[in-house]
């Protein structure tokens, strides 16, 4: 009988969950027998996103092995393109739009609008898709620096990404619906890759093919919660609700498009995660998408976890995922899921028994290059008070992991599903796996 190997790393079982929950959504996965039947015309492909080369691949070896030929556009990250035979590649900009979102934007929008009724599109959306492709919506006055300016300050102020997509679902030239209606009276179909919390397919990339009632008004509501005061902004979006502004598309007036399909999201990857825990006879639970401000999120999952060292439980794993944001105050490399980390180590029970990994699913958090960081006995937890209020007002808690030896950075990954975060709470010590 063979001896057992040694015992894995609780980080070693924590990024080796990382990868099986990313492996559930693969494109090459979550895409097969979801794409529609090729048009009797033409048939034109756009992605969108952090995942969108790895979405148009799928199209291009299943179409190519049927003979039917496609034109193609892909937005894809700075730095994220690569060379395809016949596809237009551009880079846009994240997580601010840019010059080369308006590229974008131009790029998709003259692939798509001399489609007629014999033809279909077909868009593969996936997250980052509302800032890659982003210019001014036409009727606006605003400027393309203008729309950065207002999304650059949602963000700052830690809007909910709900309400920064309702924004740019009204300002953006592609967004709300607007791309269907370019590419009108083609058929239009979707498939998602979703990246927000809910799988609204209307939010996800803001929606470019998805009509939807009452923007607007949500809009404007998301302005003034976040106290971002642009009266160009706020001049458009009134027009809109009068009906003086051309605005998002409204429900009913795209019929060409198809029911949306979001074909993988976090609840995926979490449940892949679940499996490969399961496997190694480790018990999980699923505490459902976390929202909210990252640095309170943190201290409340926290405070959680001491509650069930409290009572006993474990060994087990706390799975979640959702989306936490951050009111910017400084100009650091912390990102939301590093500041969770970092709130979360320094508020649990000294030497508590836990070890965890925080991480977005698409590898970059923030502006550090990172995805996140492990939480582990002996390490944020034990870094001194002061320097780490210091780098936290400096919103550079990527300082802080670095110091402690706890940044994870797998690199872009090529999906995004929102952030993940596996706790792993043992009171006996030993983490065996």
Known sequence: MPRPGPTPAPRDVLRATFDAALAAVDPAVVLEGRLPAPPPGRLAVVALGKGALGMLDVALRAYEADGVP???VAVVPPGGAEPRAGVTVVEGDHPVPGAGSARAADAVADLATPLGPDD????????????????????????PEGLADVVDALLRAGADVADVNAVRRCLGRLAGGRLARLAHPARVHTRIVSDVVGDDPALIASGPTVARDGDPARALAALAGAGVDRPDVVRALRGMEAGSVPGPAAVGTVPNATPPEVVASGRHALAAAARALAARGLATEMVGEVTGDAREAGRAAAHDVAARLARGEGPLVLLAGGEV??????????????TFAVAFARALPPEAPVVALVADSDGVDGVGGHAGAFVEPGGLADLPDAQVAAWDAADDTL?????????FAPGPTGVNVNDLRFVWLDPTGRFDA
């Open 70 to 72: 496609l034109a193609a």
């Open 120 to 143: 279909a599109l077909l868009v593969l959306v996936s997250g980052g898709g509302s800032s890659l492709v982003a210019a001014p919506a036409d009727g606006t006055d605003l400027a």
């Open 325 to 338: 944001t951050v009111h910017v105050r400084g100009g650091g490399r912390g990102g939301p899921s590093s």
């Open 399 to 407: 300082a802080a992991c670095e110091a402690a030896g706890a940044v």
